[in-house]
């Protein structure tokens, strides 16, 4: 009755931002992620405790996190209350904490725990229902999101690739990705060219990745970011979810690339930057971002596989 599973974060390039459905948390247009082998949570639950409850890093978890994390139980069918322990085993605790491999993690170690044998679809799924893009953190390498599921359509090993994480802030972020998601489609008046822009991107982006084409699909994954943050801040109240050193990395890339380095960057709803680039270029890129004004760390990544189980214990229940 207990299992524990491992789940890598993932960074989108064709981003999710906005929801047609607020409940089932599905989303107005497909995106596209690679997952980060170096973002990596390991969540243990154990079924039969007196009560549900949660611990992220050694701390209590809120009773929002508590409560979206039942309902994923719930969706799996898992009524019994729950202990759930969850690690991230990030190198730096600069608040790159990731609901995505959590929720991911959760689902998995969840249903085996249960003895639920589910299928990867299904898991991603039911991971959906804590946070819309640990979907693709189920799956892992290159994911789709596009429907209720996400699904691999390329492996981790499919582009020789490098995601340097450039850790921008630290704390919580003031809005976070649910509201502010909310927000943009309920306020900006740019949405709904935000939504159509994502629909043309996604089978574009999934022409260049076939074609490994990085120069081109960097490009893409850049433009779809700062089209995202474009819709973010044109909420009323706006969002700004950028900080200095986000800006700084953004100009070092730039002169890198004028230098002739292939570099392009990408950044969720919070103040990190994330830099893609081929193998041979993340140790310039590093040093690059390390050296910006307000850059706390910086961490190379590579792409990363699915979730999944590391250990099952189920032992019949004392009568
Ligand atoms: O899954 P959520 O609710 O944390 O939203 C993720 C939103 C972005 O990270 C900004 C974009 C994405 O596709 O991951």
Not at 31 to 50: F, N, Q
Request: charged share 20%; with cysteine; net charge neutral.
């Amino acid at each position: 009755m207990k299992a524990t599973a491992v789940a890598h974060a993932n960074i989108a390039l064709v981003k999710y931002w906005g929801k047609r459905d607020d409940a089932l948390l599905l989303p107005e247009a497909g995106s596209l992620s690679v997952a980060l082998d170096r973002l990596l949570t390991t969540t243990t639950v154990e079924l039969g405790a007196p009560e549900d409850s949660l611990r992220i890093d050694g701390r209590a978890a809120g009773a929002a996190e508590l409560v979206r994390a039942r309902a994923v139980l719930d969706a799996a069918g898992v009524r019994e209350p729950a202990r759930i322990v969850s690690r991230n085993d990030f190198p730096t605790a600069a608040g790159l904490a990731s609901s995505a491999s959590g929720f991911a993690a959760l689902a998995v170690a969840a249903c085996a725990a249960a003895g639920q044998e589910r299928s990867q679809r299904e898991l991603s799924a039911l991971a959906r229902l804590g946070s819309g893009s640990a979907a693709r953190s189920v799956p892992g390498g290159w994911a789709v999101w596009e429907e209720g599921d996400a699904e691999q359509v390329a492996s981790a090993d499919h582009l020789p690739l490098r995601l340097v994480v450039a850790v921008c802030g630290e704390g919580a972020k003031p809005v976070g990705s649910r509201d502010g998601m909310k927000r943009s489609r309920d306020t900006s008046p740019y949405h709904a060219a935000w939504i159509a822009q994502c629909r043309r991107d996604l089978p574009d982006a999934l022409r260049l990745l076939r074609a490994r084409d990085l120069p081109a699909l960097g490009a893409l994954a850049e433009r779809n970011a700062l089209r995202m943050h474009a819709d973010a801040l044109a909420a009323d109240p706006p969002l700004l979810y950028w900080q200095p050193a986000t800006v700084g990395c953004l100009h070092a890339l730039r002169r890198l690339r004028e230098q002739g380095t292939g570099v392009w960057a990408t950044i969720d709803a919070g103040p990190h930057l994330v830099a893609l680039c081929a193998p041979e270029a993340a140790e310039r890129v590093e040093a690059a971002l390390r050296s910006v004004a307000g850059v706390r760390d910086a961490l190379v990544c590579a792409p990363a596989g699915g979730a999944h189980v590391v250990d099952q214990s189920l032992h019949a229940r004392p009568l």
